[in-house]
T-cell receptor, first 109, second 114 residues
Framework: GQQVQQSPASLVLQEGENAELQCNFS?????MQWFYQRPGGSLVSLFY???GTKHSGRLTSTTVIKERRSSLHISSSQTTDSGTYLC???????????FGGGTRLTVRP | EAAVTQSPRNKVAVTGGKVTLSCNQT?????MYWYRQDTGHGLRLIHY???????EKGDIPDGYKASRPSQENFSLILELATPSQTSVYFC?????????????FGEGSRLIVV
């Protein structure tokens, strides 16, 4: 089965609303990473988060290893936040990542 | 700022032909990776490398070869391209030292096999 599952698959918000994106994993991990992919573009790293909570501007990432989940919270969404958000499991230190299917976010003005 | 450059950015190939996708990184990263991205499958790892001269199979290596002739360059080779290999391919690099192993991705190479 799929080792990394993201939910929801897609999400539509009005500008200013908050979003909570979920990532659940079924295997042990060294770390969890979150990436943003703009439409038709490359991926940009948002967080490298082995455990606990990290903040960056309007973004917050929380990884709870015991519960095998990680979340990405976006507060006060903006139209420029539109795109796909991917989580990726790092199975062992410094090695390959396994990606979830992504959450496609659309923020309407 | 980390820089990963892929070429070509777009390619149309014929079935049975040979395709080489090239990737160059200027950050002296040890690890490099090739992923493909398809609707419904997300990003899947094809091959990766821990350094010059090393290549490792990822999760979906069949039909692909990889070459890492130097620290900076990592190529993905399709010896006999098939329509099922139509996809967007992403190269990435990273330090590979565990903590802080952020990956830096290229812009992607869109391949269509007809």
């Amino acid at each position: 089965g799929q080792q990394v599952q993201q939910s929801p698959a897609s999400l539509v918000l009005q500008e200013g609303e908050n979003a909570e994106l979920q990532c659940n994993f079924s295997t042990s991990l060294n770390s969890m990473q979150w990436f943003y992919q703009r439409p038709g573009g490359s991926l940009v790293s948002l967080f490298y988060n082995p455990s606990g909570t990290k903040h960056s501007g309007r973004l917050t990432s929380t990884t709870v290893i015991k519960e095998r989940r990680s979340s990405l919270h976006i507060s006060s969404s903006q139209t420029t936040d539109s795109g796909t958000y991917l989580c990726a499991l790092e199975r062992n230190a410094g090695a390959k990542l396994t990606f979830g299917g992504g959450t496609r976010l659309t923020v309407r003005p | 700022e980390a820089a990963v450059t892929q070429s070509p950015r777009n390619k149309v190939a014929v079935t049975g032909g040979k395709v080489t996708l090239s990737c160059n990184q200027t950050n002296n990263h040890n690890n490099m990776y090739w992923y493909r991205q398809d609707t419904g499958h997300g990003l899947r790892l094809i091959h990766y490398s821990y350094g010059a001269g090393s290549t490792e199979k990822g999760d979906i290596p069949d039909g692909y070869k990889a070459s890492r002739p130097s620290q900076e360059n990592f190529s993905l080779i399709l010896e006999l391209a098939t329509p099922s290999q139509t996809s967007v391919y992403f190269c990435a690099s990273g330090h590979g030292t565990g903590s802080g192993n952020t990956l830096y991705f290229g812009e992607g190479s869109r391949l269509i096999v007809v």
